[in-house]
């Protein structure tokens, strides 16, 4: 079993930044990714970014066209913390985050997530 937990959210203008944190306890497994994705209210949950690790050491990242650029998906493998710092915010990037991982590795990294977070706000203003 594995708990995640988000921090972070909050309100912000549009052009700031956010750093959001998720922190990982119990059993986690090298190889397997850990992802964002944000969900607006009457949308469905979208992917915003990845990260898995090669052997504990090469961190490989994936992000959708929307946030490329702009936010960067991070990770402490010590720490067990995942980061998603966002950069250039804008009002359409206002969404709850949800932090995610995966039980085993299923060869993708946009979907077959098993683990969630509770959610973090995040809200954007014009």
């Known amino acids: 079993q594995v708990q995640l937990v988000e921090s972070g959210g909050g309100l912000v203008q549009a052009g700031g930044s956010l750093r959001l944190s998720c922190a990982a306890s119990?059993?986690?497994?090298?190889?397997?990714?850990m992802g964002w994705f944000r969900q607006a209210p009457g949308k469905e949950r979208e992917f915003v970014a990845a990260?898995?690790?090669?052997?504990?050491?090469?961190?490989?990242?994936y992000y959708a066209d929307s946030v490329k650029g702009r936010f960067t998906i991070s990770g402490d493998n010590a720490k067990n913390t995942v980061y998603l710092q966002m950069n250039s915010l804008k009002p359409e990037d206002t969404a709850v985050y949800y932090c995610?991982?995966?039980?085993?590795?299923?060869?993708?990294?946009?979907?077959?997530?098993?683990?969630w977070g509770q959610g973090t706000q995040v809200t954007v203003s014009s």
């Open positions: 119990g059993r986690t497994f090298s190889g397997v990714a």
């Open positions: 990260i898995s690790r090669n052997g504990g050491r090469t961190a490989y990242t």
């Open positions: 995610a991982a995966q039980k085993g590795s299923t060869g993708y990294v946009t979907t077959g997530y098993d683990y």
